[in-house]
């Protein structure tokens, strides 16, 4: 994703002296302008001379506009789920290079000649007087590489293994060979502790790589994982999976950043919640959410325990009346379960189940209760067996404030009014005439 801050220009410093650049070197018509940075002078070019000395490095030849210095180019990925949108600046820069960098963004590349830069981040927008937030210190750039700069940990904490900081990571990605993708891992979430990746989310007591620290990456050549597939990537911490995602197809041959950001502590469909930041040679490609997660809760009065099934996976197993279940993670999508007396292998049984339910559509980062309610065996009047999905929307912009849904999962029972109980009387009701199968507002009651 490109920010607004070069929609005309990118900017170049060089810690060269001014000397170096004659009459012969640039003409008249398109001399670039010179502004002076503790860092040395600095030369702003067009988004043209951007291109050909990016051609440049590519072809190993380092000639610019006559300039025959080595340069290199360096972006900026915003990976810190609770810092605000920031401007970049080069110290001692009366103007920012970028503006407005918001988490998960990516800026285009800035192109620099070798040497030392120290960047300093204020709350965008900004003016060069305002407060700095963060500042790098001096950040060697060595000639003819390219940077990603991954600005992660937290703003708010000075705990060392939370703090913010800035990841300057040289790219080198692997060719690799025919049908991958070579793909940087960088965990990147202050929160996670070291984790596993199970490439399949088969086996997370045999991950592909295991022991990824907080703050650590794969290397500068990448992995190579199959491209042209939606991979299931588990992340396990103690030979348990903590969580999963699905990710899109990989395009074969492209170098890809895969940034584990976010808080583990939020919730999935939180903004700052936890995700995989994927970052290709242009820019963000998306801000990856981790599967859905069901938890099914048994509200039928005549049902005996049970397993549920998807297809032949055993998702529930044993599951009692009143019980509700650990959160299963699924690949979004759409399935039918597939409700059995509760048996003692987890084998799906080979006769008819005793009952069949849709879910809806289940989406990446979202969380649903499935009440399984209703009879198995109506008798004339009463409600048939069936299942109410719920997904969690429940109001999160107040953490201080407690909100409920309620939903109506006793299928004999009349509607009802519901309301808060004071000296053995019902006081002010909350819902009003809720039926069977009914709920109350997603977004919960205060």
């Not at 009366?94 to 800035?110: A, E, I, S």
């Not at 703003?155 to 790219?171: H, I, K, Y």
């Not at 990605?173 to 070579?182: L, N, V």
């Not at 019902?426 to 109350?440: D, I, M």
Request: proline share 9%; glycine share 10%; charged share 15%.
């Amino acid at each position: 994703m490109r920010t607004s801050g070069l929609a005309a220009f990118a900017f170049v410093t060089s810690l060269l002296p001014l000397a170096a650049c004659s009459s012969s070197d640039v003409s008249s018509e398109s001399s670039p302008e010179l502004s002076s940075s503790e860092d040395g002078p600095v030369v702003l070019a067009s988004e043209g001379d951007l291109a050909e000395a990016s051609q440049a490095l590519e072809t190993k030849s380092f000639s610019f506009r006559g300039l025959t210095r080595i340069f290199s180019i360096l972006r900026v990925v915003h990976a810190s789920p609770d810092a605000p949108a920031v401007d970049v600046y080069v110290r001692g820069l009366p103007f920012p290079l970028l503006r407005g960098v918001k988490f998960t963004d990516t800026t285009p590349y800035l192109l620099l000649p070798r040497g030392q830069y120290t960047l300093d981040l204020r709350a965008s927008p900004s003016r060069a007087s305002d407060p700095v937030a963060f500042s790098t210190g001096r950040l060697p750039i060595e000639g003819g590489a390219r940077f990603t700069a991954v600005a992660t940990g937290l703003l708010g904490s000075t705990a060392e293994d939370e703090r913010f900081r800035v990841l300057p990571l040289v790219e080198g990605f692997d060719g690799g060979a025919a049908g991958t993708t070579p793909v940087r891992i960088v965990h990147a979430s202050p929160d996670a502790p070291t984790v596993d990746l199970d490439v399949g989310n088969d086996n997370p007591r045999a991950p592909e790589l295991a022991g990824l620290a907080r703050y650590a990456d794969t290397g500068a050549a990448g992995i190579a994982l199959p491209a042209a597939t939606a991979l299931q990537v588990g992340i396990a911490a103690g030979g348990n999976t903590v969580t999963a995602f699905t990710t899109p197809e990989l395009p074969a041959g492209r170098g890809l950043f895969v940034i584990a950001t976010g808080l583990l502590g939020k919730r999935p469909r939180e903004a700052n919640g936890f995700g995989l930041l994927a970052v290709g040679p242009r820019g963000t490609v998306g801000f990856i959410r981790q599967n859905p997660r069901v938890y099914a809760l048994h509200a039928s009065p005549d049902a005996p325990a049970v397993d549920i099934f998807a297809g032949s996976a055993e998702l529930v197993s044993n599951l009692s009346f009143g019980g509700i279940s650990k959160p299963v993670q699924l690949p979004p999508g759409q399935y039918s379960v597939d409700f059995f007396a509760a048996a003692p292998t987890p084998a799906r049984p080979a006769g008819a189940p005793a009952a069949t339910a849709a879910l809806p559509p289940l989406e990446a980062g979202e969380q649903y209760v499935a009440v399984a309610t209703g009879f198995l065996a109506p008798r004339a009047g009463e409600a048939a067996f069936r299942v109410l999905p719920l997904v969690d929307g429940l109001d999160l912009s107040d953490a201080k404030e407690p909100r409920l849904q309620i939903v109506h999962a006793s299928p004999n029972a009349p509607a009802v009014d519901i309301g808060i109980v004071a000296g053995g009387a019902l006081g002010p009701t909350v819902v009003t005439n809720v039926s069977f199968g009914q709920s109350s507002s997603a977004e919960g009651i205060a």
